[in-house]
């Protein structure tokens, strides 16, 4: 079964996704609420004086399923370079000009990057990168403590475990637990626990 494609414009982990290839795992960790609008007050009618509530939704993909994922997938671009000098990509259209910057392969970009403005070695790829079959899905549990979730010990009783290994934002990309929870909390503020979907899989 086909889900709706994985979407990723973290730049953080834009090297890690570039790197992966046939056979490799790929983890990502999205939200599992969704945020239902203020309300309006009965006194005034205005809508800033109740906040937004979070609800909590199923997981988008199960074990099984293959789906797309890609960069950006939102752009009108398709192309994109990722500059090995300032680690950041930049969409550009396949122009005569272009045609003759890029390697034999199509894969290497000999161009000034528009970002930094350098001519370092630049990877030219799609924005479709290919696709993951999901083999793990499992919920947790984010703040700015780490990463909890809830496992069964032998008696069945259900416990909270916090995982402060690094090992678990390696496998999602980025370069060390703190990349990951400093990115987290700037797009979704974990001064409050938020619960997280975590799906895994492996590029087909």
Not at 21 to 26: N, S
Not at 89 to 103: F, G, H, M, R, V
Not at 122 to 142: D, R
Request: charged share 35%.
């Amino acid at each position: 079964m086909k889900g709706k494609p994985l979407n990723f414009t973290c730049k953080e982990k834009l090297s890690h996704l570039l790197s992966l290839k046939k056979g490799d795992e790929l983890q990502t960790i999205r939200k599992a609420w969704k945020e239902i609008g203020a309300l309006e007050c009965p006194d005034c009618g205005c809508k800033d004086i109740v906040t937004p509530t979070l609800k909590e939704k199923p997981p988008k993909y199960k074990v099984g399923d293959i789906v797309d994922y890609g960069w950006d997938l939102k752009s009108k671009y398709e192309w994109f370079i990722y500059c090995y000098n300032c680690k950041k990509s930049a969409p550009y259209t396949y122009s005569e000009i272009d045609l003759k910057l890029l390697s034999n392969d199509g894969k290497t970009f000999r161009g000034v990057c528009p970002v930094c403005k350098e001519l370092p070695p630049a990877l030219s790829f799609n924005k479709n990168l290919g696709k993951i079959k999901i083999t793990e899905v499992f919920k947790i549990e984010m703040d700015k403590e780490g990463v909890s979730y809830h496992r069964n010990d032998e008696s069945g009783i259900s416990f909270k475990e916090y995982d402060f290994i690094k090992d678990f934002a390696i496998r999602d990309g980025f370069n060390s637990k703190e990349e990951m929870f400093n990115c987290f909390d700037k797009k979704y503020d974990l001064s409050t626990p938020k619960e997280f979907y975590v799906y895994r899989g492996i590029i087909t």
